[in-house]
């Protein structure tokens, strides 16, 4: 399974960027998927996650400001990110769990950096 994340970008305060993950290779299985972001000095963290039913979590930090969704016909995850603000940059990551009978395999994309100033 591969992941590219892309849709990062320079933003100011206030603003939306809308971050795309396609995922390729051997999908069937997915049954989870989320977006991750690590900030200069800070350790990793979830921002999101949608699993196989449709249903989504959402960190605190990030709920009502950003939504998180899928395409299966595009085999690609969204993240719809609004109000930005400066403590959200950080370099975003996707990341998804595929299942097969009692295995769990964890795939990761190459970051995007999402950077909110003036």
């Known amino acids: 399974v591969q992941l590219q994340a892309s849709g990062g970008g320079l933003v100011q305060p206030g603003g939306s960027l809308r971050l795309s993950c396609e995922i390729s290779?051997?999908?069937?299985?997915?049954?989870?998927r989320r977006w991750y972001r690590q900030a200069p000095g800070k350790q990793r963290e979830l921002v999101a996650e949608?699993?196989?039913?449709?249903?989504?979590s959402y960190a605190d930090s990030v709920k009502g400001r950003f939504t998180i969704s899928r395409d299966n016909t595009k085999n690609t995850v969204y993240l719809q990110m609004n109000s930005l603000k400066p403590e959200d940059t950080a370099v975003y990551y996707c990341?998804?769990?595929?299942?097969?009978?009692?295995?769990?395999?964890?795939?990761w994309g190459q970051g995007t950096l999402v950077t909110v100033s003036s």
């Open positions: 990341n998804v769990d595929r299942s097969r009978g009692l295995r769990v395999d964890t795939f």
């Open positions: 290779g051997s999908t069937f299985s997915i049954n989870v």
């Open positions: 949608i699993i196989s039913g449709g249903s989504t």
